[in-house]
């Protein structure tokens, strides 16, 4: 779960209640709500209720990703990281797991026939002398 440290960082960088209309959600439980989504892997109707509902916790989430919430949290957390040097940099990629689709690596097709030689058009021919 978020502790009171995490949220004291992250508080100041979420969006405002809106001027008009209803109150958002709380923000730290629906923040909750998505971190739990994602830690766990389950279904969004899966959510426990203690976090409310998985439909504002959903809309909240691409609402967050729309207006850059979640851009601007990740470069403050970044930075301050980075400024602290609790960060390290290093990075691996490792490109065995990318796998090509069974047509992409050349495998004789079921069914049609292979031709030994085309077959010589008009144009391939050499013109009468």
Known sequence: MITDAMWDRIE???PADPVRGRRWADHRRTLEAIAWKYRTGSPWRDL??????FQTAHKQL?????????????????????GADD??????????????HQ????????????R??????????????
């Open 12 to 14: 100041p960088l979420m």
């Open 48 to 53: 426990p209720n203690e976090l409310g509902s």
């Open 62 to 82: 691409i609402r967050w990703a729309v207006d850059g919430t979640w851009g601007r949290i990740l470069a403050a957390l970044l930075a301050a990281a980075d």
């Open 87 to 100: 960060i390290g940099w290093t990075v691996s990629v490792d490109s065995t797991v990318c796998r090509a």
């Open 103 to 114: 047509h992409a690596a050349g495998a004789r097709k079921r069914g049609l026939r292979t």
């Open 116 to 129: 030994l030689s085309p077959k010589a058009t008009r144009s391939d021919v050499p013109a009468a002398a």
